[in-house]
């Protein structure tokens, strides 16, 4: 029966908890996929911490590029922190339940960071781009009030958007069964349970999509084709090797935020089961939060070289 056949009044849920199924179908599995989601989480939050405490503590990092790689680790250990430490919890407890609150709450959270990444990759290449394609006026451009400004844009859109669509969504009356076939509350399965016909939130979702997420892509596909032009133009080989170093590790990132996400969005829903859908998820989840660091840190030499630089000051200071 789909959303739009549902009476209002029709089984509707009364329970002020939902249970979520995720990997119960693995049994005694669950211990292992356990072990190994918590040491892949302790490696995202120790990745992306002493990325931001390098560029804190050395001056030379201080720039606009590395500005906004800060905000990309807070911004990432908040989407993994906002799924994988419940979800944790699940894999150890029969009961899985979690409160309609904590699951508003965990799908408004997760829906922001998502969000606000897409823009933030975004204005992380329109820097990439005034730095090879317009370095003379990359200083002017890109001051600390600039940088703030499209960093605080990217955090205002998605807090902003994504409030109004959670709120609406569980606004609506809930029926028959409260197990959602999922290891965390996402917008697709926690709808799938109104009552009333869904559409609007639908609109709402496409419109979303259309402008927050596909329009920074865009945007980012269009940086790099200028960017590629112009590194193409360069007379020696070194200096195109060194231009395009600067942006590589970005690219990488967005290739692998996008990436992940088209295949949760492009795979035929026909074809598509249950355990693919959350193991898919789940490396959505923590594929581009873990790689994120490792790529900032051994592609780029000057993160490595402050890297060296604390750890020598931190022993020298032990030495004395």
């Given at each position: 029966?789909?959303?739009?056949?549902?009476?209002?009044?029709?089984?509707?849920?009364?329970?002020?908890?939902?249970?979520?199924?995720?990997?119960?179908?693995?049994?005694?599995?669950?211990?292992?996929?356990?072990?190994?989601?918590?040491?892949?989480?302790?490696?995202?939050?120790?990745?992306?911490?002493?990325?931001?405490?390098?560029?804190?503590?050395?001056?030379?990092?201080?720039?606009?590029?590395?500005?906004?790689?800060?905000?990309?680790?807070?911004?990432?250990?908040?989407?993994t922190t906002s799924v994988v430490p419940q979800l944790l919890v699940h894999l150890l407890v029969e009961e899985k339940t979690i409160s309609l609150?904590?699951?508003?709450?965990?799908?408004?959270?997760?829906?922001?960071?998502?969000?606000?990444?897409?823009?933030?990759?975004?204005?992380?290449?329109?820097?990439?781009?005034?730095?090879?394609?317009?370095?003379?006026?990359?200083?002017?451009?890109?001051?600390?009030?600039?940088?703030?400004?499209?960093?605080?844009a990217s955090w205002v859109i998605g807090i902003t958007m994504e409030v109004a669509k959670t709120m609406w969504i569980f606004s609506l009356p809930?029926?028959?069964?409260?197990?959602?076939?999922?290891?965390?509350?996402?917008?697709?399965?926690?709808?799938?349970?109104?009552?009333?016909?869904?559409?609007?939130?639908?609109?709402?979702?496409?419109?979303?999509?259309?402008?927050?997420?596909?329009?920074?892509?865009?945007?980012?596909?269009?940086?790099?084709?200028?960017?590629?032009?112009?590194?193409?133009?360069?007379?020696?080989?070194?200096?195109?090797?060194?231009?395009?170093?600067?942006?590589?590790?970005?690219?990488?990132?967005?290739?692998?935020?996008?990436?992940?996400?088209?295949?949760i969005y492009l795979m035929p829903k026909s074809s598509s089961t249950l355990e693919t859908d959350q193991m898919i998820s789940l490396l959505n989840?923590?594929?581009?939060?873990?790689?994120?660091?490792?790529?900032?840190?051994?592609?780029?030499?000057?993160?490595?070289?402050?890297?060296?630089?604390?750890?020598?000051?931190?022993?020298?200071?032990?030495?004395?």
């Open positions: 029966m789909t959303n739009s056949q549902r009476g209002p009044g029709e089984n509707q849920t009364v329970s002020d908890v939902f249970i979520l199924v995720g990997f119960s179908y693995l049994g005694e599995l669950q211990i292992l996929l356990f072990l190994v989601l918590l040491v892949i989480y302790l490696v995202i939050l120790m990745g992306n911490l002493l990325i931001i405490l390098l560029i804190k503590l050395n001056s030379s990092l201080h720039t606009p590029m590395y500005f906004f790689l800060v905000n990309l680790s807070v911004l990432e250990i908040c989407f609150v904590a699951c508003a709450a965990q799908m408004y959270v997760f829906t922001i960071m998502g969000l606000t990444e897409c823009c933030l990759l975004a204005a992380m290449a329109y820097d990439r781009y005034m730095a090879i394609c317009r370095p003379l006026h990359y200083a002017t451009i890109m001051s600390g009030r600039a940088c703030v400004l499209l960093a605080g809930f029926c028959g069964s409260n197990r959602i076939p999922h290891f965390f509350c996402d917008v697709e399965p926690v709808t799938k349970k109104a009552c009333t016909d869904t559409w609007k939130i639908e609109i709402l979702g496409h419109f979303v999509s259309g402008l927050f997420i596909m329009s920074p892509f865009l945007l980012i596909l269009l940086s790099y084709i200028l960017i590629i032009c112009t590194i193409l133009r360069l007379p020696s080989a070194e200096s195109r090797h060194k231009a395009f170093s600067t942006c590589s590790s970005h690219l990488m990132v967005v290739t692998l935020f996008y990436g992940t996400g088209l295949i989840t923590i594929v581009s939060p873990l790689l994120s660091p490792i790529i900032y840190t051994l592609r780029n030499k000057e993160v490595k070289g402050a890297f060296r630089k604390t750890v020598e000051k931190s022993i020298f200071a032990q030495s004395w």
